[in-house]
């Protein structure tokens, strides 16, 4: 069983910035994609970003230029740095995670763009 714990939503102004964490815990496993989606309210989940174990990243093109992902092994941790925020942005965002035991979510933090 793997455990997603995730920090770093909130509420910020346009033009602000963000930055999400997700650390992944529990017995032994091997991480492979690590990625960030969200859900705005009446609208389906959607790919944000995602990076793999070689370091390899792909991203939304409505996010492109002003989020970046990044991740740490050592710690089984995806980040997700958020720049030049707008209030399209506002969204539950959800950690994902594929695994050696399987694909994990977090259980998703809130993050809201508004003046």
């Known amino acids: 069983q793997v455990q997603l714990v995730e920090s770093g939503g909130g509420l910020v102004q346009p033009g602000g910035s963000l930055r999400l964490s997700c650390a992944a815990s529990g017995s032994s496993f091997s991480i492979y994609t690590m990625g960030w989606y969200r859900q705005a309210p009446g609208k389906q989940r959607e790919l944000v970003a995602r990076i793999t174990n070689v370091r390899s990243t792909n991203y939304a093109d409505s996010v492109k230029g002003r989020f970046t992902i990044s991740r740490d092994n050592a710690k089984n941790a995806v980040y997700l740095q958020m720049n030049s925020l707008k209030p399209e942005d506002t969204a539950v965002y959800y950690c994902?995670?594929?695994?050696?035991?399987?694909?994990?979510w977090g259980q998703g933090t809130q993050v809201t763009v508004s003046s």
């Open positions: 994902n995670v594929e695994t050696s035991l399987g694909p994990y």
